[in-house]
Every structure is written in C-alpha cells, then in structure tokens.
C-alpha cells in the first residue's frame, strides 16, 4: 500500500475507535466486508453487523455474507426487511431506495438502542457521491454515518487494502438489490423479482461474474461485462437465452452497451429527485 491510503486506513481506525461502538449494515459486499472487518478489529464485541434479508436480496448473498462473518470474526446478526410491504416502494419513483433505506436504517438504529451501541454506521465511499442515491436522504433523517466517506476512501482504496487484509470480496463485482432491475414507475412485485433472480442465478451458474438482467415486461434486458459479452452471443447464445426464458421472460436481448453502474437512472431528468 502506498502512504495515502496508509493515512487513510489510520484516519478510520482513529474514527472507528472514537465511536465506541456501532451496528453496521452489512450486506456482504466490497464495501460492508471491509467496513465491518476494521471495525471488529478496533472495536471488537462493541461492533456487530447486521444483514437484512428480503425478496431483493438473493439468497446466494446472504449465504456469502454469514460465510464472511464467521471469517471475519466478528459480531453478526440477520434482520427481515420488508420493503416490499411498503407501497411507495412497490410504485418505484425514482426516489425508491428512499423508502428501503429508511425501513431498513430504522430497524438498525432500533438495533443499536437496544445493543447500547452509539452509531449505526454504512459503506458509503466518496465514489458514490457522484450517482443517483436517494437512500442518502435516508440515512441523514436517521443520523447513519459513512467512515468510509469521512475518511476519504474511494472503491479502488477500499479494494486495495480489502486485497492487503486478505479479504476475498477485494474483487467482487458490484452488486444492488434485485429491485434495481427495474424501471422506474414499473411496479415491483414478490413475483417479478423472483423471475429476475432467478434468470441471474442461472447466468450465474454458466460462470458469469458481471451481469444484470433488467426487467421490461416479457423482456429480459442483460447487461454483462465487456470480457462475457463475446461467450452470450457466442458458444453459450442459446443456453443464455434457454436459462432465461426459463425464469418467466418471453424475450432475451444484450444489452450493447453491457454493464454499467445505474443504468436505470440513464432515463431520470436532471433535477428529478
């Protein structure tokens, strides 16, 4: 590691330690693994992780994230969100993961009152100041804090000193609840987001790493990583679109342009909130 993200990583430590203690949510990803990794080691039994399971949140990833929790030694827990009980949810504005988010930093807050543990805490980086989040309004009406963000890590920080811990989601891909795959002002139902799962997991299992599949109607939009586009429209064309098909949708298309980050929000007009 070079000197910056040496400061950095002593910068969280010292933010880590003068909470005294904290709930993090923790969804398994690159960001949640490492935040929870530190904060177990500055703090010990006074942090816990706790991960939210739902209809969006594939089971695959809450077995991964139990997995890296026993890894990492520390603290753990699971708790049913229900956002899909919510009716502004279910309508998906764009302003959607307000909604989840509050649901869901509401109950860890409630966590950490009843747990005597000052801060609930996410793994926002700086990175992510850039993108489309309503689920940040969320976190500041509930006083959630991001250290990641106060001590300047961007993703690549967080990945390189992932890889220096030993942690083995340094190169995991990006992953978003299942109701990201949706248009907005398409309404988000149990029944479509188990079709959307579904056709993933089955990619999935083909060996694709990087991918989305976005719901419109009978049509199943994927998104995959520049170095997978060439094996779905090449050897494995048919059993890409044979898998999809299988999980309810009519119609396979790839998307040309492949997997970017939020690309549901390419439509949302400036100043939409």
Same mark, same amino acid.
């Given at each position: 590691? +070079? ?16 909470? =005294? ?33 739902? #209809? ?49 930093? =509401? ?5 950490? +009152?009843? #747990? ?14 850039? +993108? ?33 811990? +030993? ?26 987001? @188990?079709?959307? &799962? ?5 990619? @999935? #299992? ?41 999980? &309810? ?8 342009? &492949? ?6 929000? #390419? ?7």
């Amino acid at each position: 590691m +070079d000197q910056a993200l040496l400061n950095k990583t002593t910068e969280l430590k010292k933010l880590l330690a003068g909470m =005294g203690g904290c709930v993090i949510g923790f969804s398994g990803g690159v960001d949640s693994t490492l935040l929870f990794a530190l904060a177990a080691e500055v703090l010990g039994p006074r942090a816990l992780a706790v991960t939210a399971t739902s #209809e969006t949140y594939p089971e695959r990833e809450r077995r991964e994230a139990e997995a890296l929790a026993e890894r990492i030694g520390g603290r753990h827990r699971l708790v049913v969100s229900e956002e899909l009980d919510i009716p502004e949810f279910q309508d998906n504005p764009p302003n959607r993961c307000y909604y989840c988010k509050h649901e869901l930093f =509401g109950k860890l807050r409630a966590i950490a +009152d009843q #747990e005597g543990l000052p801060h609930v805490l996410d793994g926002t980086n700086v990175d992510d100041r850039g +993108d489309h989040r309503p689920g940040r309004q969320a976190a500041a009406e509930i006083g959630v804090r991001s250290p990641l963000e106060e001590a300047g890590f961007t993703k690549e920080d967080i990945r390189q000193l992932s890889q220096a811990m +030993d942690l083995p989601t340094w190169d995991k891909p990006a992953f978003a609840c299942l109701s990201s795959r949706f248009p907005y002002g398409t309404a988000i139902t149990a029944e479509r987001v @188990r079709k959307v &799962g579904q056709a993933e997991e089955s990619l @999935r #299992e083909l060996g694709f790493r990087i991918l989305r599949v976005r719901y419109h109607d009978s049509v199943a939009r994927v998104e995959l990583g520049q170095e997978e586009f060439a094996q779905a429209v090449g050897p494995l064309r048919d059993e890409v679109g044979r898998r999809v098909r299988a999980a &309810g949708f009519t119609y396979v298309a790839v998307d040309l342009q &492949g997997y970017r980050t939020g690309s549901m929000n #390419e439509g949302i007009a400036a100043g939409t909130p």
